[in-house]
T-cell receptor, first 114, second 116 residues
């Protein structure tokens, strides 16, 4: 069975703090993709990053960074120097190459206060 | 370029009324199509997916149904809405072949359904 767990339901920080959103996944497939999406209050899903199971390199994009560790089945997301505009719900998701079904975690609501 | 259209953006319907949400994809052929639902404050749940015209797979037993009358059209329906059908509905597509480096889902902008 495939599963994505985002244990943090809600996180509140003050602007300029660093924050890490955790994501743990389960799959028996050897080929899979991991994603992070941002969902602002308007509801649309904003794609942030895609990682395939053969690429464990960490990635940095501006204030965003991702740490993919197959050994612990984790794909954590860090926002450095958070801003109010980062307030949103963030979803981690797993896409299996075999099933082509995108499975979402339950999401983490991030609130950044000025 | 490929685009996905979903409408309406918002909908308020009384309990017991029918529902029809439409999703169309442009700029591609033979996409896989998906319907997701997000209940208030909850995660995204896969409801239906389709690998071709007339081919529908249901992930969760419920009051809803889906149809794919054309290659790039995916419709979510209900004969009689329940209060529990309220939520945010998202349509998505992906191309299986070829699986490029950008393999993944593309989502529509969603429909916010309130059943009253």
């Amino acid at each position: 069975a495939q599963k994505v767990t985002q244990a943090q339901t809600e996180i509140s920080v003050v602007e300029k703090e660093d924050v890490t959103l955790d994501c743990v996944y389960e799959t028996r497939d050897t080929t899979y993709y991991l994603f992070w999406y941002k969902q602002p209050p308007s509801g649309e899903l904003v794609f942030l990053i895609r990682r395939n199971s053969f690429d464990e390199q960490n990635e940095i994009s501006g204030r965003y960074s991702w740490n993919f560790q197959k050994s612990t089945s984790s794909f954590n997301f860090t926002i450095t120097a958070s801003q109010v505009v980062d307030s949103a719900v963030y979803f981690c998701a797993l896409l299996s190459y075999n099933t082509d079904k995108l499975i979402f975690g339950t999401g983490t609501r991030l609130q950044v206060f000025p | 370029s490929q685009t996905i259209h979903q409408w309406p953006a918002t909908l308020v319907q009384p309990v017991g009324s029918p529902l029809s949400l439409e999703c169309t994809v442009e700029g591609t052929s033979n996409p896989n199509l998906y319907w997701y639902r997000q209940a208030a404050g909850r995660g995204l749940q896969l409801l239906f997916y389709s690998v071709g015209i007339g081919q529908i797979s249901s992930e969760v037993p419920q009051n809803l149904s889906a149809s794919r009358p054309q290659d790039r059209q995916f419709i979510l329906s209900s004969k009689k809405l329940l209060l529990s059908d309220s939520g945010f509905y998202l349509c998505a597509w992906t191309l299986l072949y070829p699986r490029t480096v950008s393999y993944g889902y593309t989502f529509g902008s969603g429909t916010r359904l309130t059943v009253v």
